[in-house]
């Protein structure tokens, strides 16, 4: 049976999440993009309210939610600030690669903790010369003793210099291709490790985002994740949980834009009419409606079908593709809804614009979910 109705719990949460965007973080976001402060007590507070690290599987501590639970928040946040909700988020994408490929002792030793007191934690394995191209990363960790030594240089990394602990993505044996990539659970204050300055990015400029250089860094073998060579596996299994939750975030994102050019277009007067009435602005902002439910319902899909233990890797890629489009689609309309105004930092909707571009960016670009997509489409023919 397929039910389109969420839970007394799941509207609950969404309660919980809607408030607690409305009043800690659509009345913050302006700030933190105008400063590009890291909004560290925004995310306390979130992580005292059970509104972080939601993946965390009840026997590690965790809330026991969904993903579904998730997509749920992420698009509450989301319609407060993109910004601030990629800090929240950043610790499920690190957390994502951990819950599905370390021991239980590994879970007890860097989950746990995450639940016991306010931390955050990076997922590392963009370079300055491989993102779409994971295999094309150049970090090593070469094996000494019951040690690893990681060096290499990861770029675009998100909490760079707030986390505690990083997931690192290297080679054990560059011979081998993807193959030959293991990942690691490195700890922040490790020796060796030098976090590069704040980027300053177009939008979601209060998310912390640098380069991280490994130089020599020692780290246990119990810190491998997984078996050596398991190591792209892992890393790219992480986006089925985590990509259904930055689809949700830019369902938010849409859904704010939309309701900002609706209250304008009624306010907006030209020919002496309000402008909705304009077929037009009416057609845009029909068009924003149908394509935030569509994109809300693909991104409920793939989290659903994660959630009852199927594969989601194909929904996972729709959800993404299209409500990174649709959100930036969306923004991009309610500026033009605008008119000139929207092109001003006075008003909201250029921040979502500016905002909305990195959903078609980061966790696989809109060019990379195609190709998961078409090759979904062609494997299975053969
Ligand atoms: C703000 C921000 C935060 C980020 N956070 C993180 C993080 O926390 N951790 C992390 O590891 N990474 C992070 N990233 C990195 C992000 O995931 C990469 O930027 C992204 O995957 C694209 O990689 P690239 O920048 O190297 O672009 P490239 O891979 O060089 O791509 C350049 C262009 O070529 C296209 N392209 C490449 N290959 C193909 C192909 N086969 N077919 C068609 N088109 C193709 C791409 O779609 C893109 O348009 C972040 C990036 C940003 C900007």
Not at 161 to 180: C, E, R
Not at 312 to 333: G, I, S
Request: proline share 3%.
């Amino acid at each position: 049976m397929i039910s389109f109705t969420l839970s007394d719990e799941q509207k609950q949460l969404q309660q919980l999440a809607r408030d607690f965007s409305q009043n800690e973080i659509a009345t913050k976001a302006a700030h933190h993009d105008q400063t590009g402060e890291f909004p560290e007590e925004i995310l306390k507070k979130a992580w005292e309210l059970g509104l972080m690290n939601h993946q965390i599987p009840t026997e590690y501590g965790g809330l026991g939610l969904t993903c579904l639970d998730g997509c749920i928040i992420a698009e509450e946040t989301g319609a407060g600030c993109t910004g601030i909700g990629t800090a929240m988020e950043a610790n499920m994408l690190a957390e994502a690669p951990v819950i599905v490929g370390a021991t239980d002792e590994q879970k007890k030793r860097f989950l746990t903790p995450m639940m016991h007191e306010f931390q955050l934690a990076a997922y590392c394995v963009t370079e300055p010369a491989a993102g779409s191209d994971v295999a094309g990363i150049k970090t090593v960790a070469k094996k000494v003793g019951n040690d690893y030594v990681i060096t290499g240089q990861k770029m675009w990394i998100t909490s760079a210099s707030k986390a505690t602990w990083f997931f690192v993505l290297a080679y054990t044996d560059q011979t081998k291709g993807h193959k030959g990539l293991s990942t690691f659970i490195v700890p922040a204050n490790s020796p060796g490790i030098e976090v590069g300055k704040k980027e300053i990015n177009m939008g979601q400029r209060c998310s912390d985002t640098r380069a991280i250089t490994f130089n020599e860094v020692k780290v246990s073998e119990a810190n491998r994740v997984g078996k050596e060579g398991d190591g792209f596996k892992i890393a790219m299994a992480a986006f089925d949980h985590s990509r259904p939750i930055v689809a949700a975030a830019a369902v938010g994102l849409a859904r704010s834009a939309m309701e900002h050019a609706v209250k304008y277009s009624k306010e907006r007067t030209s020919f002496g009419v309000p402008i909705y009435k304009h077929q037009a602005i009416a057609f845009m902002i029909a068009d924003m409606a149908k394509d935030i439910e569509a994109a809300r319902l693909l991104t409920w899909l793939a989290a659903s079908k994660i959630d009852n233990g199927e594969r989601n890797t194909l929904q996972a890629a729709y959800a993404k593709t299209f409500a990174a489009d649709t959100a930036m689609k969306v923004a991009t309309d309610a500026v033009q809804v605008f008119g000139g105004y929207g092109f001003n930092t006075e008003y909201p909707v250029e921040k979502l614009m500016r905002d909305a571009k990195i959903f078609q960016i980061y966790e696989g670009t809109s060019q990379i979910q195609r190709v998961i997509i078409a090759k979904e489409i062609f494997d299975r023919q053969k």
